[in-house]
Nanobody, 121 residues
Framework: QVQLVESGGGLVQAGGSLRLSCAASTRTFRSYDMGWYRQVPGKEREFVASISRSSGVTYYEDSVKGRFSISRDNAQNTVYLQMNSLKPEDTAIYYC??????????????WGQGTQVTVSS
């Protein structure tokens, strides 16, 4: 079982920046691929960014490329999402995700409670 706790959300003006953090309570943090997702009311949760467990390869949803950056600190069991040049359409609840190795069944997905990000125009 992995517990994830997000922090760093808040209200910011368009063009501003926020840094989200996600602290994981596990001794095997290095074995999880980590990701950020977001959701607005009435819509499905969508992928934002991810970072692989071993090589640190990153992936981004097209609309955040060049503005958001995901990173991880394995010594601190923490993953970050640096969000720059924020837009009103980035407003959502942001969720942290930890996923076990997809090549080993069963695959486990863990989610945080979410943190609200609101971007005013």
């Amino acid at each position: 079982q992995v517990q994830l706790v997000e922090s760093g959300g808040g209200l910011v003006q368009a063009g501003g920046s926020l840094r989200l953090s996600c602290a994981a309570s596990t001794r095997t943090f290095r074995s999880y691929d980590m990701g950020w997702y977001r959701q607005v009311p009435g819509k499905e949760r969508e992928f934002v960014a991810s970072i692989s467990r071993s090589s640190g390869v990153t992936y981004y949803e097209d609309s955040v490329k060049g503005r958001f950056s995901i990173s991880r600190d394995n010594a601190q069991n923490t993953v970050y999402l640096q969000m720059n040049s924020l837009k009103p359409e980035d407003t959502a609840i942001y969720y942290c995700n930890a996923r076990s190795d997809v090549q080993i069944e069963p695959v486990y997905d863990y989610w945080g409670q979410g943190t609200q990000v609101t971007v005013s125009s």
